[in-house]
């Protein structure tokens, strides 16, 4: 091999899918790949690198060897086995005698106990009575938030920013851990592009550089860099792998793509997580090229632990150990042996490791080693936690939505809002922010007064009680000038039969009860309300409570039950009218995109939805939120998003461009509709108005070697200036994104590789300097490797995935 050659040959090693930390861990990192990747002839069973310290260090590892030593096999097994003795969040749920198992070590981990008192039960049978006293895991659903309640995951992707990720991080450890909870079911780094898919509320939407981002700064804000704090928890990254990915949206399907789509997209945010040293991975439910995730030695071994170095231990979902069944891979036993030897080390309420494992050990078709490894890093994430040293929690006061907690999830919702349009109404201006002009407001929509709608999908220890309205909150702002009519059900027709009987609490008769709502009834009286106001806010969407979150895919993404219909109905008053969304995913909002003046996406935006929104109305907080998933057109453009493949046949223009010849109608697009985005990725608008100077490059050209060579460091700076033009102050988030021009595999048309959020005065300019090195140019070639080559890269900056300010670098032989 050349120099050249075996540079180009080191630096994709290097960079292939490792963490850089120093020279000599550099080295560490690139012996144990030459092992992996069979150059250097030894085994592939050699250590990686190993991204948490706490769960690799020697004292851990010790007391995790000196206890292993004395386990029987029962207890070894018992430590895989992981319960539900609260709630099910899936079929199946095991009704066993929790004590007694506790008592005998027989379960390692319950899931979905909750409370200092409920976790010190269990505890103590588990620590008192059970032979080795080893402690019980506790783990459960902390989403976006414990007790206090903020804005969904893809609200928070929506702030762009970090900071607001790992306050909602810290707000739910600190809460779980007074709830005996040391491990959360959280992140969910999947990538989702798909709005079918009702689980794109749990995630930080279709970018893997924005979700990297995001995925490291809950793990951070989880773990604190140190699983031992008292007010730290254990993270779960879930769903491993690519569940985001489900063919056709539909929940729990099959997902199937490249392996280089698998990696550079699917893979990347598990990967920054893992980097992050994330404790704990939960395998999905999802096959991944026809092998179920759960029983996949290729991304749960080779992958998550050769490449990655992952020492910490895998989960399943709920029951998906014993679901492999329908994969059809094998009868109970046979999937239980595949899934613990492809890498699931806890059987999350599948109740198969607990009556199958050990007699095939004993009969010799899974060696004991296999198990001792598995206990090794569910013990290895007890000890790192503190659990053996103190396993119970100290009985504290009941939970209370305090003041501060309430600032905080008013200001993190405040910074989830995306302003989608405001555009002047002719005789009035922009009719946001609100102002004191306004002398009548009228409130209008089913999402405007739901308590329980604010919470979100994933609220498991929410309580809607806490939760503050629009309505509640803007009656405080404006007293009697506000008016209020309801205007329709969520649901109407069919939908609001089958709320009924989706219901968990049908009645034992099998036949819900329901009243069809009247909506012709209701929607005339929001009209007559909206005719006594200057302006009509209405807060319409999609039920949180029964749409969204998990099995929850929809083959329509506009607003449920009649609300498109009163929408139409209050603007066909002429007032003017404000549409607040409140969605857990993209809806379909075209027609509403073309008539209504000014519309705020606000998701699920938790216990302080309605003050956080009446601020961003009236102006005291100007918008910064920018879209983290593209809004469609229409839901045939779905699976839609913004770092499209190129195609031989790219549309030129809008549908208006599409003559009826050869030329055009060749092309790549839908005949009745338009290929773009409805509002793309990155959109968002504030009430000040940002100007971008135009971008300039440290240097233009950068030698192929020395790109190869750089690691983490940067190969070039680019820089712009960002002003304020308006008359307020106003935070912008500055993206920067790559075109690669020449690569020897199809590259996006645009991919984010970097932002920033500016707070401006108004006049105030600021310069914005993004580095490009490896981290940021590289990609995987046809061999897998992550690698730069010889090419151009176009990089455009600006407020959105449209940014026009452009310049470029070359990298050249
Ligand atoms: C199933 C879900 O897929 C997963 O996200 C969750 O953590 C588990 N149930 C436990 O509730």
């Known amino acids: 091999m050349s120099r050249k050659g075996r540079l180009k040959r080191t630096a994709e090693?290097?960079?292939?899918?490792?963490?850089?930390?120093?020279?000599?861990?550099?080295?560490?990192?690139?012996?144990?790949?030459?092992?992996?990747?069979?150059?250097?002839?030894?085994?592939?069973?050699?250590?990686?690198?190993?991204?948490?310290?706490?769960?690799?260090?020697?004292?851990?590892?010790?007391?995790?060897?000196?206890?292993?030593?004395?386990?029987?096999?029962?207890?070894?097994?018992?430590?895989?086995?992981?319960?539900?003795?609260?709630?099910?969040?899936?079929?199946?749920?095991?009704?066993?005698?929790?004590?007694?198992?506790?008592?005998?070590?027989?379960?390692?981990?319950?899931?979905?106990?909750?409370?200092?008192?409920?976790?010190?039960?269990?505890?103590?049978?588990?620590?008192?009575?059970?032979?080795?006293?080893?402690?019980?895991?506790?783990?459960?659903?902390?989403?976006?938030?414990?007790?206090?309640?903020?804005?969904?995951?893809?609200?928070?992707?929506?702030?762009?920013?970090?900071?607001?990720?790992?306050?909602?991080?810290?707000?739910g450890a600190v809460e779980a851990r007074a709830d005996g909870i040391a491990w959360v079911f959280s992140p969910m780094v999947d990538i989702a592009r798909d709005p079918r898919w009702g689980r794109i509320i749990e995630s930080a939407g279709e970018d893997p550089y924005l979700g990297s981002a995001v995925a490291r700064a809950w793990v951070n804000g989880y773990q604190q860099d140190d699983l031992s704090k008292p007010d730290s928890v254990a993270v779960s990254v879930k769903h491993f792998a690519a569940y985001g990915a489900a063919i056709a949206g539909r929940d729990y399907n099959a997902a199937d793509m490249s392996e280089l789509t698998l990696r550079q997209v699917y893979l990347e945010p598990y990967r920054a997580a893992v980097e992050a040293g994330a404790a704990t991975m939960m395998s999905s439910f999802n096959s991944i090229n026809g092998v179920p995730a759960t029983a996949n030695p290729f991304t749960l071994t080779r992958i998550l632990r050769k490449e990655w170095g992952f020492d910490g231990f895998v989960v399943s979902d709920w029951g998906a150990v014993a679901e492999l069944k329908n994969h059809s891979i094998g009868d109970g036993p046979t999937v239980a042996r595949k899934a613990l030897t492809a890498g699931v080390d806890m059987d999350m309420e599948g109740g198969l490791y607990g009556t199958v494992i050990a007699g095939q050990v004993r009969a010799g078709t899974i060696s004991e080693s296999v198990v001792d490894e598995a206990v090794r890093r569910i013990l290895r994430v007890k000890f790192a936690l503190g659990l053996f040293d103190h396993p119970y929690t100290p009985v504290g006061p009941v939970y209370?939505?305090?003041?501060?907690?309430?600032?905080?999830?008013?200001?993190?919702?405040?910074?989830?809002?995306?302003?989608?349009?405001?555009?002047?109404?002719?005789?009035?201006?922009?009719?946001?922010?609100?102002?004191?002009?306004?002398?009548?407001?009228?409130?209008?929509?089913?999402?405007?007064?739901?308590?329980?709608?604010?919470?979100?999908?994933?609220?498991?220890?929410?309580?809607?009680?806490?939760?503050?309205?629009?309505?509640?909150?803007?009656?405080?702002?404006?007293?009697?000038?506000?008016?209020?009519?309801?205007?329709?059900?969520?649901?109407?027709?069919?939908?609001?039969?089958?709320?009924?009987?989706?219901?968990?609490?049908?009645?034992?008769?099998?036949?819900?009860?329901?009243?069809?709502p009247d909506d012709d009834k209701t929607i005339a009286e929001a009209v007559e309300t909206a005719k006594k106001a200057d302006v009509a806010i209405l807060a319409l969407g999609e039920s949180a409570t029964w749409m969204e979150g998990?099995?929850?895919?929809?083959?329509?993404?506009?607003?449920?039950?009649?609300?498109?219909?009163?929408?139409?109905?209050?603007?066909?008053?002429?007032?003017?009218?404000?549409?607040?969304?409140?969605?857990?995913?993209?809806?379909?909002?075209?027609?509403?995109?073309?008539?209504?003046?000014?519309?705020?996406?606000?998701?699920?935006?938790?216990?302080?939805?309605?003050?956080?929104?009446?601020?961003?109305?009236?102006?005291?907080?100007?918008?910064?939120?920018?879209?983290?998933?593209?809004?469609?057109?229409?839901?045939?453009?779905?699976?839609l998003y913004y770092a499209q493949l190129p195609t031989g046949r790219p549309a030129h223009g809008d549908l208006s461009h599409m003559p009826r010849n050869a030329d055009e109608r060749f092309m790549s697009r839908y005949l009745d509709e338009e290929n773009s985005a409805l509002f793309p990725f990155g959109w968002g608008l504030s009430y000040t108005r940002f100007s971008y100077a135009q971008p300039t490059i440290s240097r233009a050209e950068v030698p192929v070697r020395e790109a190869?060579?750089?690691?983490?460091?940067?190969?070039?700076?680019?820089?712009?200036?960002?002003?304020?033009?308006?008359?307020?102050?106003?935070?912008?988030?500055?993206?920067?994104?790559?075109?690669?021009?020449?690569?020897?595999?199809?590259?996006?048309?645009?991919?984010?590789?970097?932002?920033?959020?500016?707070?401006?005065?108004?006049?105030?300019?600021?310069?914005?300097?993004?580095?490009?090195?490896?981290?940021?140019?590289?990609?995987?070639?046809?061999?897998?490797?992550?690698?730069?080559?010889?090419?151009?890269?176009?990089?455009?900056?600006?407020?959105?995935?449209?940014?026009?300010?452009?310049?470029?670098?070359?990298?050249?032989?």
Not at 590 to 612: R, T
Not at 725 to 743: C, D, F, H, P
């Open 13 to 171: 090693i290097y960079h292939g899918d490792t963490m850089r930390i120093s020279v000599r861990r550099r080295l560490q990192v690139l012996v144990s790949l030459l092992f992996v990747s069979g150059l250097a002839g030894v085994s592939a069973a050699q250590p990686g690198p190993r991204p948490n310290v706490q769960l690799a260090s020697k004292e851990v590892n010790a007391r995790v060897e000196a206890l292993l030593k004395q386990m029987t096999l029962e207890e070894k097994i018992g430590q895989l086995v992981q319960f539900s003795a609260g709630f099910a969040t899936g079929p199946g749920a095991s009704n066993l005698k929790w004590d007694e198992l506790a008592a005998k070590g027989q379960v390692g981990s319950f899931l979905s106990v909750v409370g200092a008192d409920a976790t010190n039960h269990y505890q103590h049978l588990a620590v008192e009575k059970s032979r080795l006293h080893i402690p019980i895991l506790f783990g459960m659903d902390v989403i976006h938030g414990h007790r206090t309640t903020f804005p969904v995951p893809l609200a928070l992707a929506a702030s762009w920013d970090p900071q607001v990720i790992e306050t909602v991080a810290r707000s």
């Open 550 to 639: 998990e099995a929850a895919s929809r083959t329509t993404l506009g607003f449920t039950g009649a609300q498109e219909r009163l929408l139409e109905s209050v603007v066909a008053t002429g007032k003017p009218v404000i549409l607040v969304v409140l969605a857990g995913r993209p809806l379909e909002i075209k027609w509403a995109a073309a008539h209504v003046p000014a519309i705020l996406e606000a998701w699920s935006p938790g216990i302080e939805a309605g003050p956080a929104l009446v601020d961003v109305l009236f102006g005291d907080v100007n918008p910064s939120g920018k879209l983290p998933a593209t809004l469609p057109r229409a839901v045939g453009q779905e699976p």
């Open 400 to 516: 209370e939505a305090t003041p501060e907690r309430r600032a905080m999830a008013r200001k993190v919702a405040e910074e989830t809002f995306v302003l989608l349009k405001n555009e002047p109404v002719e005789g009035v201006g922009p009719l946001l922010p609100l102002t004191a002009k306004v002398k009548k407001v009228a409130l209008i929509g089913p999402m405007a007064d739901a308590q329980a709608e604010m919470l979100g999908a994933w609220a498991v220890t929410g309580d809607a009680k806490n939760a503050v309205t629009l309505k509640t909150a803007l009656a405080q702002r404006l007293g009697d000038r506000l008016l209020y009519a309801k205007g329709c059900a969520m649901e109407s027709g069919d939908d609001a039969l089958i709320l009924a009987h989706a219901s968990f609490d049908v009645p034992a008769s099998g036949v819900a009860e329901t009243s069809i």
């Open 708 to 813: 190869l060579e750089s690691g983490h460091g940067p190969l070039a700076t680019v820089g712009v200036d960002v002003k304020n033009t308006g008359s307020v102050a106003g935070t912008e988030v500055v993206q920067l994104y790559i075109r690669n021009t020449a690569a020897s595999v199809e590259q996006p048309v645009r991919e984010l590789k970097g932002f920033t959020r500016v707070t401006l005065a108004p006049g105030e300019s600021k310069h914005v300097e993004f580095p490009l090195g490896f981290d940021e140019l590289s990609f995987y070639n046809v061999d897998v490797k992550r690698t730069v080559e010889p090419t151009t890269y176009k990089i455009f900056v600006g407020g959105s995935s449209l940014a026009t300010g452009e310049t470029e670098l070359k990298v050249a032989e």
